[in-house]
């Protein structure tokens, strides 16, 4: 079946740090793949998405690239910041075919000063 | 501003009451979804419409129930046979077409039962 594997959590960073964060999935299909932001007591926002395979979506300093070859969107950003604090969630469709969306079960952030 | 609200933001019930929780959309969606979020815990699916008077069953409808009369609006009821329904609601709607499939999230109901 269609599901996303991600990293688990809760990731702590200090201030200006790297983050990756990782995200593989399994599909039976042609997926689009995304990652949302949540923050607390807020509902999901979405941050970035790829529709195929070498896309690269990116928001916000944020960066995923879709590797079809090892079915995989890990999130980056190069210099995290206090604001960046939140749970992050990878999400698979498959295009096209008015099927659910899939979800990790989200990555906890949290950066510090 | 298009966008998809819900309300309340924060719901008290007494255990044993029927609740029904608000979602509306003016994104001109045709898809619509409920999911509960638990503390710590992904997303899990309770139920989604495609269309207008459809709508089928997520992975944990058992104690809920929805409907969908207009293409904005897709109400949640929480029913005295959901057996724990103290958590966070998020209603979303979905945008398909030629290029473009994605979902969007309201600000999500936190429900209390007490």
């Known amino acids: 079946g269609d599901s996303v594997t991600q990293m688990e959590g809760p990731v702590t960073l200090s201030e200006e740090a790297f983050l990756t964060i990782n995200c593989t999935y399994t599909?039976?299909?042609?997926?689009?793949l995304f990652w949302y932001v949540q923050y607390p007591g807020e509902g999901l926002q979405l941050l970035l998405k790829?529709?195929?395979?070498?896309d690269k979506g990116s928001n916000k300093g944020f960066e995923a690239t879709y590797r079809k070859e090892t079915t995989s969107f890990h999130l980056e950003k190069g210099s995290v910041q206090v604001s960046d604090s939140a749970v992050y969630f990878c999400a698979l469709t498959i295009r096209n075919t008015g099927n659910q969306f899939y979800f990790g079960t989200g990555t906890s952030l949290t950066v510090i000063p | 501003d298009g966008g998809i609200t819900q309300s309340p933001k924060y719901l008290f019930r007494k255990e044993g009451q029927n609740v029904t929780l608000s979602c509306e959309q003016n994104?001109?969606?045709?898809?619509m979804y409920w999911y509960r979020q638990d503390p710590g815990q992904g997303l899990r699916l309770i139920y989604y419409s495609q269309i207008v008077n459809d709508f089928q069953k997520g992975d944990i409808a058992e104690g809920y129930s929805v409907s969908r009369e207009k293409k904005e609006s897709f109400p949640l009821t929480v029913t005295s046979a959901q057996k724990n329904p103290t958590a966070f609601y998020l209603c979303a709607s979905r945008v398909q077409g030629a290029r473009t499939d994605t979902q969007y999230f309201g600000p999500g109901t936190r429900l209390t039962v007490l």
């Open positions: 599909a039976t299909g042609y997926p689009s």
């Open positions: 994104l001109n969606h045709d898809a």
């Open positions: 790829a529709t195929k395979a070498d």
